[in-house]
C-alpha cells in the first residue's frame, strides 16, 4: 500500500503565506504525476496544481503567479507554496499522487487525508 501524508496548513491572515508537503510511503516503485487540489465548503473539489514526473507544472487560473508546485523525488515529497494568499483560498487541500508498486504493476492514484487551509483575519 501507498500512504500519503500532508502537513503545513493552518490559519493565515490574507496576503500571508504557507507551505504544504505531502510526503509519499510505503510500497512505491515509482512516483508520476503529482498534484494539489482543493475543497472549500459546500463546492466540488477542483484542481489547483499538477506538476509531471519530467517537472512540467499547470496552474488554475486563480492560483497562477501565487502559488508554486514542486516535487523532491529523492525524498517522494510534494509540495506547494502559497504566497499573497486569500479569503477565497480556505479550503482543505488535497493531494493526489500517481504511483506503481512494482515493475508489472498498474498505475493507481492515492489522496491524502487533507489538511485545512484558511486565510482570514
Known amino acids: 500500500q501507498v500512504q500519503l501524508v500532508e502537513s503545513g496548513g493552518g490559519l493565515v491572515q490574507p496576503g500571508g503565506s504557507l507551505r504544504l508537503s505531502c510526503s509519499a510511503s510505503?510500497?512505491?516503485?515509482?512516483?508520476?504525476?503529482m498534484a494539489w487540489y482543493h475543497q472549500a465548503p459546500g463546492k466540488q473539489r477542483e484542481l489547483v496544481a499538477q506538476?509531471?514526473?519530467?517537472?512540467?507544472?499547470n496552474y488554475a487560473d486563480s492560483v497562477k503567479g501565487r502559488f508554486t508546485i514542486s516535487r523532491d523525488d529523492a525524498k517522494n515529497t510534494l509540495y506547494l507554496q502559497m504566497n499573497g494568499l486569500k479569503p477565497e483560498d480556505t479550503a482543505v487541500y488535497y493531494c493526489?499522487?500517481?504511483?506503481?508498486?512494482?515493475?508489472?504493476?498498474?498505475?493507481?492514484?492515492?489522496w491524502g487525508q487533507g489538511t485545512q487551509v484558511t486565510a482570514s483575519s
Open positions: 506538476i509531471s514526473s519530467g517537472g512540467a507544472t
Open positions: 493526489r499522487v500517481s504511483a506503481k508498486r512494482g515493475t508489472y504493476s498498474l498505475w493507481r492514484d492515492y
Open positions: 510505503g510500497s512505491i516503485f515509482s512516483i508520476g504525476a
